[in-house]
């Protein structure tokens, strides 16, 4: 799971046809896209995308995230029609897309870099989707006003892209993408070259904008806490493969592999080796002889090397070692986090663990204290 491609394989010859839906289904309950069975090699040899079925939900706010080289540009541009699955279906409301060419799509695009035509306006850029469609030159300007006042950018309407600062343009290109009221939006990367401080203002933006418009975003980014802070759903991927897709709280507080819990958000590993296992929970024996008990996440079996991971916030301290799931640890370092507190606590043969304390604790621990960290059994979760 770890190599950035696989080896290409004959493609399912079996899989139910795309789009095969049961008669009483309406065609507004349909997703509004579907990948059935899509790969993608570019060299005929490593598949960089390698068996997708993704149902994308009209109306959402989609976001494919992972690491770089995992698979997610190539997704959204054969989505866009700029690049062909090698087998497989997509479709749009039932109807395959799969080798319609990009202007037939109808789909608005954002990328990283703007790409404004720079020997026109502000207003002659938003305006160019509607010239090549033909739209009236009255209605035109009308649709460019309102595309425009939506991103705030109306009062320079009639800059050039040079004399505008990388937000503006980013909103310009906004604007120029919904000015044709798309149904769909597809978006890759597109606040990655502004500064922390615009970015996280422009994703509250989107965000809102998602929310007043109702059309469907599908969007890029290797940003997990952009990804968190926007999204209705994450796909998550890594490797060519959509590794869990699921609300955000969910990825956060379930993880379905050790790879999501380890991409998003963070936390404290324990290793060992699977001792028992009882319906939904296991024993993990950890190198230091002790037991501790946590969910079995996918299907780890006795005598399998696992990582057992539990989030900061799910640790507590405790008075007592003589209690199940409980860890002596060595405090290491105090953090400041403006709003909370981390303790980084060395544990005997293993990473460290780090504990979130809210501020205003009567009781922070000091560096070189020894502690008793305890994780319930429903927080440890046990990942082979
Ligand atoms: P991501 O957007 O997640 O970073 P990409 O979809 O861009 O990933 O790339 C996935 C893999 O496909 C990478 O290994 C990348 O090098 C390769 N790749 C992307 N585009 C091309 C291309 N046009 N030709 C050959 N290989 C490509
Ligand atoms: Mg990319």
């Known amino acids: 799971m770890t190599s950035a491609s696989a080896p290409i394989a004959p493609h399912a010859a079996q899989r139910p046809e795309a789009g095969a839906r049961q008669p009483s289904l309406t065609v507004l309950e349909a997703p509004l896209v579907r990948f059935a069975g899509v790969q993608k090699t570019y060299d005929g040899v490593t598949l960089v995308v390698r068996d997708l079925d993704l149902d994308i939900r009209r109306g959402e706010f989609l976001t494919l995230l992972g690491p770089s080289g995992s698979g997610k540009t190539t997704t959204l541009m054969m989505l866009a029609g700029f690049e062909t699955p090698t087998s497989g279906e997509i479709s749009l ?75 503006q343009q980013q909103r310009v290109a906004l604007a120029r993408a919904l000015v044709f009221e798309p149904q769909l939006v597809l978006m890759d990367e597109p606040l990655g070259a502004l500064d922390k401080q615009l970015r996280e203002h422009m994703q509250l933006e989107l965000k809102e904008l998602h929310r007043r418009l109702g059309v469907t975003f599908v969007y890029v980014t290797h940003d997990q806490s952009e990804a968190l802070a926007m999204s209705d759903r994450v796909a998550v991927f890594n490797d060519g493969m959509i590794q869990q897709i699921d609300r955000v709280d969910r990825l956060y507080e379930a993880p379905a592999n050790r790879f999501v819990a380890g991409f998003v958000g963070d936390g404290t590993t324990l290793e060992g080796v699977v001792v028992g296992s009882s319906g939904t929970g296991c024993i993990v024996g950890l190198p230091n002889g002790v037991r501790v008990s946590g969910v079995n996440v996918n299907g780890a079996q006795p005598g399998e090397r696992v990582l057992c991971g539990v989030r900061p916030e799910r640790i507590e301290l405790t008075g007592v070692l003589n209690q199940a799931n409980t860890f002596e640890a060595t405090v290491a370092d105090v953090i400041y986090f403006g709003d909370h507190l981390r303790l980084r606590c060395n544990l005997p043969q293993q990473q460290d663990a780090m504990v979130k304390l809210p501020l205003g604790r009567h009781d922070i621990p000091a560096i070189g204290d020894t502690v008793f960290l305890y994780a319930a059994e429903e927080y440890l979760r046990v990942y082979r």
Do not use: W
């Open 93 to 167: 409301a039932g109807t395959p897309i799969t080798r319609t060419p990009p202007h037939k799509r109808n789909f608005g695009m954002v990328f990283q870099n703007y790409a404004l035509f720079p020997h026109m306006t502000v207003e002659q850029n938003v305006g160019y989707p509607l010239s090549v469609r033909g739209v009236s030159r009255s209605q035109c300007r009308e649709k460019v006003q309102r595309a425009l006042d939506m991103v705030q950018m109306a009062n320079l309407s009639a800059r050039h892209p040079a004399q505008l600062s990388g937000g």
